[in-house]
């Protein structure tokens, strides 16, 4: 287990933050939606609610969690990192999970909570008296549990998993009413358009994390800070793959295509799914890698628009 601590301004090493409870448990966030996933399926159905009361439970600790760690960032600034090591291939190339806690995951643990609570609320009276309403507030659940996972990565390979989560997530959810089959398909090609996307993050990821020896972002960043002229072109064609996957996701031209279909499920999918999730999760990896493409891979820059 390791426990980085950096500051995002002179400020707040002056204050010392470095941490904190809402910082040192921040993981919990991660982890609620993905029981409240799993309570749903066991009790959901013998609930007043069909586990609606679960989902926004989470969300609603969610919610507070986010908006401290929101008011810590704004008044004295957090940066901090917690990992544990799963696996190691050799010696040097490790495979960890953990969270991050810095400027943009911070504001997007704010924006996935909040703006989750307030559709998952919408949706108990939207999906009153519907079909299945049990299994959709725990799809609901592991969508919005799997984009944390994602936006508190502190690396390629636990971002991948919140990936994938948001993607299995969201074939549920836009084939939720499976009885029509135009649904049916509108599921599958939202599947199958972002596997093909998924296929360049993965591979981005993988020449990237051999290349420079981690997948770990903080270390990315600073491989491209130091200006390290042999991963220049490995960059290039690392960062133009974790392009193409961010492309999926954000539905970028030529990509698109999956986005108008994902209308096929309920109302509160479509505003959950647009407003604050899977559609800003690639630009969110943009994001979080950009210094590869500030440094190393600049030439990819004139194409992410």
């Not at 989750?116 to 299945?132: C, E, N, P, T």
């Not at 630009?283 to 493409?293: N, Q, T």
Request: glycine share 10%; no cysteine; charged share 10%.
């Amino acid at each position: 287990m390791t426990w980085v601590v950096a500051t995002e301004a002179e400020h707040a090493v002056e204050a010392g933050v470095t941490g904190g409870f809402w910082v040192d448990t921040a993981g919990i966030m991660l982890v609620l939606p993905l029981i409240a996933f799993l309570l749903i399926l066991a009790v959901g159905k013998r609930m007043k609610y069909h586990g609606a009361e679960i989902a926004i439970g989470a969300l609603a600790i969610n919610s507070l969690w986010g908006t401290v760690l929101f008011v810590m960032n704004m008044t004295e600034g957090v940066l901090a990192q917690k990992t544990f090591e799963i696996a190691r291939i050799g010696s040097d190339l490790v495979f960890e999970l953990g969270w991050a806690v810095d400027g943009l995951s911070i504001m997007m643990y704010f924006l996935v909570n909040v703006v989750g609570l307030i559709v998952f609320i919408y949706a108990v009276g939207y999906m009153k008296d519907d079909i299945r309403v049990d299994w959709f507030f725990a799809a609901f659940s592991l969508f919005a549990g799997s984009m944390l996972i994602l936006v508190g990565a502190p690396n390629l390979i636990q971002l991948i998993i919140g990936w994938e989560g948001v993607g299995l997530a969201s074939y549920f959810l836009i084939g939720f009413y499976w009885e029509d089959m135009a649904n049916v398909n509108a599921g599958n090609k939202a599947f199958m358009v972002n596997k093909v996307a998924d296929v360049g993050l993965i591979l981005g990821a993988i020449i990237l994390g051999l290349a420079i020896g981690t997948f770990d972002f903080f270390d990315m960043s600073t491989a491209a800070f130091d200006h390290s002229e042999p991963l220049g072109a490995v960059a290039v064609v690392g960062g133009a793959l974790l392009f193409f996957g961010a492309m999926g996701k954000s539905a970028q031209f030529p990509l698109h295509i999956w986005l108008p279909d994902a209308m096929a499920g309920p109302t509160p999918v479509s505003a959950l799914m647009h407003a604050a999730t899977m559609v800003t999760a690639g630009v969110y990896l943009m994001g979080r890698v950009f210094p590869l493409f500030e440094y190393l891979a600049s030439d990819i820059r004139p194409w992410m628009v």
